[in-house]
């Protein structure tokens, strides 16, 4: 090889050395991946919480800008057990915020996410209660989110492991996508649809053309459409009606009808079920049903008491957690029938005065 040669293939390679050394200052600096860690950490803190990335942000240009995150921890503030742990993430980002646009995230994409359902609970009681006279608001959301390979724990008991989420930007008026699958700790699979227009109308959040698919493996399919509202606090409404299949029963007609709170009554779900040889029809107020719940779990000793609510249902055979009970009757509120000793008693024929 010549001297020349030689000398024209080291100047090529120093040209393309320098070419790498300016691509990778020049990613940092489009990038900045400060400004979004610290946009990220002060929106944390915003909600009470705490943003912790085991390495500092890195960028990169190539398929796509992004930043990719590691070791991801999400913690209350001020709180030991974390609400969310991540092993990577990545914010895809546009190429007008790379160019030195608005800071703008359009996809944050998570990788094997853990969700403590406890240390949300905590982290949710503690939040501040909104005035009851607060106008509803929609939190403009134009990041999509993507999560997989994620698992959702209490404690160290597994509820729901391979989960994948993918979820569009959230704007007033154009329709929110959600889509889950995920397996419970017994391995079945489930899936979730979601789809609404979410809109702001006067002084309520409106849910325009609900719909929503669930499905439990092979054995339970549940389609529901409607819409909603919300002027705040118990003050909601909404109407959901559809299908409910069980492989082992048949289909079945259900209907769903939530009535706001008054002064005397409330808030409430009307639940109606129809279909081969089970029927329902009961009243429901969500927000004591929620708190009879929580008080089964309690660890100072579960509150056994009857769920709060009215109705009926003839249900002919009920299967859940390997258990099977047939002939099941419930009556509760209205429903139920007056004990025997209450009624009142027959008045007696009129008779002739005795003298």
Excluded: C
């Excluded at 790379?98 to 998570?110: A, D, E, N, Y």
């Excluded at 959301?141 to 989960?163: A, K, P």
Aim: hydrophobic share 45%; net charge negative; glycine share 10%.
């Amino acid at each position: 090889m010549s001297r020349r040669l030689r000398l024209i293939l080291l100047m090529l390679g120093g040209f393309a050395l320098a070419v790498v050394l300016a691509a990778v200052i020049a990613v940092y600096l489009l990038l900045q991946p400060e400004r979004f860690t610290r946009m990220l950490q002060t929106q944390a803190r915003t909600a009470g919480l705490e943003l912790n990335l085991a390495s500092p942000a890195s960028p990169t240009l190539f398929p796509r800008p992004a930043l990719d995150l590691d070791g991801i921890t999400l913690n209350a503030e001020g709180a030991g057990a974390p609400i969310l742990l991540a092993a990577h993430g990545q914010l895809v980002l546009p190429w007008h915020t790379v160019l030195g646009g608005p800071t703008v995230i359009s996809q944050l994409q998570i990788e094997s996410p853990r969700v403590d359902l406890d240390a949300l609970q905590e982290w949710l009681a503690a939040l501040p209660a909104q005035p009851e006279d607060a106008p509803p608001n929609i939190p403009r959301i134009d990041t999509g989110v993507s999560i997989s390979h994620g698992s959702v724990v209490r404690g160290n008991e597994v509820l729901l492991g391979n989960v994948s989420l993918e979820a569009g930007s959230l704007i007033s008026g154009q329709p929110f996508p959600l889509a889950l699958s995920a397996a419970t700790a017994a391995g079945t699979p489930l899936q979730l649809r979601l789809s609404a227009t979410p809109r702001i109308e006067g002084n309520a959040l409106q849910l325009n053309n609900i719909t929503l698919h669930l499905s439990q493996g092979s054995a339970m399919t549940l389609a529901l459409t409607g819409n909603a509202h919300w002027h705040g606090a118990a003050d909601a409404a909404a109407s959901l009606a559809g299908k409910l299949d069980q492989a082992s029963a048949g289909q079945y007609d259900i209907s769903l009808l939530l009535t706001p709170a008054d002064q005397s009554n409330p808030l409430l779900l009307a639940l109606k079920l129809d279909g081969p040889a089970n029927h329902a029809d009961l009243r429901l107020p969500p927000l004591a049903l929620a708190h009879w719940w929580s008080q089964l779990g309690d660890p100072q000793g579960p509150q056994l008491s009857v769920p709060p609510g009215s109705g009926h249902a003839e249900i002919a055979k009920l299967e859940a957690g390997g258990i099977s009970i047939e002939g099941l009757t419930i009556r509760a509120g209205d429903a139920v029938p007056a004990p025997a000793g209450t009624a009142a008693a027959p008045a007696k024929p009129a008779g002739k005065k005795q003298p």
